[in-house]
T-cell receptor
């Protein structure tokens, strides 16, 4: 069965801290994504990656960076956390194929920045 | 600019009745459409999809209809059950996934 695992379900950090959100998938998928979900705004794409060591900016990359050193792991980094980064963060993966057909999501990390 | 739109933030229906969730899109080049269901504090789970070459896809109580000329997508749930209460996101694929803002469905017992 497909599995996308996010390291933390709930996280509380202070303003200015560096925050790491980890995501691991076990399906050998090429593509991995980081979204944030906020009420009334839906899912917004932060960054995505089509291969190891490759990354592409999504719609809202400001204040974030990512790392993909191994195919199965995609990390989201908040360089200096701010209160407006309080949100639900969702990692997802999809097989490469000829096009994008389905995303598999992790359970999410609810991040609170105080 | 929002390429996929869900104009109804919420919907309430009685148990046993039909739920109809709507979605509009702007890009005629989208080639695949999906619906995801999300419970609070959980990640979205895939529900049903449809290719742009089809106009209907059915899976049990769930049916998705695609009207390409109107750039409109709808999800029908018949009969609705209390366990269907969740937020539903429609999505479209091009060079990435584009999500709507979600519709919160409440099924009243």
């Amino acid at each position: 069965d497909v599995k996308v695992t996010q390291s933390s379900r709930y996280l509380v950090k202070r303003t200015g801290e560096k925050v790491f959100l980890e995501c691991v998938q076990d399906m050998d998928h090429e593509n991995m994504f980081w979204y944030r979900q906020d009420p009334g705004l839906g899912l917004r794409l932060i960054y995505f990656s089509y291969d190891v060591k490759m990354k592409e900016k999504g719609d809202i990359p400001e204040g974030y960076s990512v790392s993909r050193e191994k195919k199965e792991r995609f990390s989201l980094i908040l360089e200096s956390a701010s209160t407006n980064q309080t949100s639900m963060y969702l990692c997802a993966s999809s097989p490469s194929a000829a096009g994008l057909e389905k995303l598999f999501f992790g359970s999410g990390t609810q991040l609170s920045v105080l | 600019d929002q390429q996929v739109k869900q104009n109804s933030p919420s919907l309430s229906v009685q148990e046993g009745r039909i739920s109809i969730l709507n979605c509009d899109y702007t890009n005629s080049m989208f080639d695949y459409f999906l619906w995801y269901k999300k419970y609070p504090a959980e990640g979205p789970t895939f529900l049903i999809s449809i290719s742009s070459i089809k106009d209907k896809n059915e899976d049990g109580r769930f049916t998705v209809f695609l009207n390409k000329s109107a750039k409109h997508l709808s999800l029908h749930i018949v009969p609705s059950q209390p366990g269907d209460s969740a937020v539903y996101f429609c999505a479209a694929t091009g060079n990435q996934f584009y999500f709507g803002t979600g519709t919160s469905l409440t099924v009243i017992p």
